[in-house]
């Protein structure tokens, strides 16, 4: 095992030459209208983290599509544990307490739906869709969390929006596939890189797919439909990744070509976005750029966490 390795926790326990490979979400169940995982109001619970952006996406959608009264959530603290584990901490400035199951890590969150989840499975990720009624957790893929509110939505829960229009469901999910592996994974490919040619290839990718998508957002909203595009999961997939880049990806990660400010459509559609009601709400820009720069330490020996940026989506 490289001496690193245990300062890195699960983050980067799968590398190939150099190259950082997330692991795949374990928990893989649906919400369907008539399945196991039904849809009711009050019955499940999202666990997150303010500084993840695959968490984000969820809060995200849960706002857009009024779903407020129906999903409830609970926040993890900003600090990930060397081990790449998260806790609960009521005293800290926006994290809570683990109001449904009363546990004070999110393992003991993942040892109660799977048991022995600690003894070798692994470390528990955020988003967690949990069910209260099975006790257990529904899914763990922000993805598809994304996804299963839609039917929420659609089947007359929250305010009838779709996020995912059948008509454009292949476009959606061509853009979500695009910006997956160049640019919401990209980030992480390149902050946790180990060889210069890992590093290297990632961030030349990476900004390549950013150079794509300002010249895609010319005259444009969002990323698809017709004309200036409409709002779905395309857009909710990849703002918290650009919300989170001048803040942290620049410096912590090395993802330093240009900044989302050098972009005029990218930075304009951040700020579009925050400008959506409820969705500035779901940004805490504080747990966001003390998370990486305190928890990484393989990364970032000291903890310190910058002063910087002065501007950015951070000061919307
Ligand atoms: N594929 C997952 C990724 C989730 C994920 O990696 N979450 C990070 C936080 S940003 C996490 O909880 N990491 C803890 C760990 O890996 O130990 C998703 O999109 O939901």
């Not at 395309?234 to 900044?259: E, G, M, Q, S």
């Amino acid at each position: 095992m490289d001496p690193s390795d245990e300062q890195a926790g699960a983050w980067t326990e799968a590398f190939d030459a150099g190259k950082f490979v997330r692991k795949s979400s374990e928990f893989r169940d649906h919400i369907e209208t008539d399945g196991t995982f039904g849809v009711e109001s009050g019955r499940y619970h999202l666990y997150v983290s303010y500084a993840c952006p695959w968490a984000h996406r969820t809060l995200i959608t849960r706002t857009l599509l009024g779903l407020e009264d129906h999903i409830t959530f609970d926040v993890v603290d900003w600090r990930m544990n060397r081990d790449g584990s998260w806790s609960f901490n009521p005293e800290e400035e926006g994290a809570t307490a683990d109001t449904v199951n009363g546990e004070t890590s999110l393992e003991g969150v993942y040892n109660r739906a799977f048991a022995g989840w600690n003894e070798g499975r692994g470390i528990g990720t955020v988003p967690v869709l949990w069910d209260r009624q099975h006790s257990t957790i529904v899914n763990n893929e922000s993805r598809e969390i994304v996804r299963m509110f839609d039917t929420f939505s659609q089947a007359g829960l929250g305010n009838g929006v779709s996020l995912c229009p059948p008509e454009l469901r292949q476009e959606i999910d061509a853009m979500i596939d695009s910006n997956y592996e160049s640019v919401n994974n990209g980030v992480y490919k390149s902050g946790f890189a180990r060889t210069q040619s890992a590093y290297e290839e990632a961030v030349t990718a990476l900004f390549a797919r950013l150079d794509a998508l300002e010249a895609h957002l010319e005259g444009r909203d969002w990323l698809v439909g017709e004309g200036a595009g409409q709002i779905t999961e395309a857009d909710i997939c990849l703002f918290p990744t650009l919300a989170r880049f001048d803040l942290v990806y620049v410096v912590h990660f090395k993802c330093n070509l240009r900044r989302i400010i050098d972009y005029p459509n990218l930075q304009a559609f951040v700020e579009r976005m925050i400008d959506l009601p409820g969705i500035k709400e779901t940004c805490n820009w504080h747990h966001m750029k003390a998370h990486y720069f305190w928890s990484h330490q393989n990364i970032n020996t000291f903890r310190i966490i910058p002063l910087g940026p002065l501007e950015g989506a951070h000061t919307k």
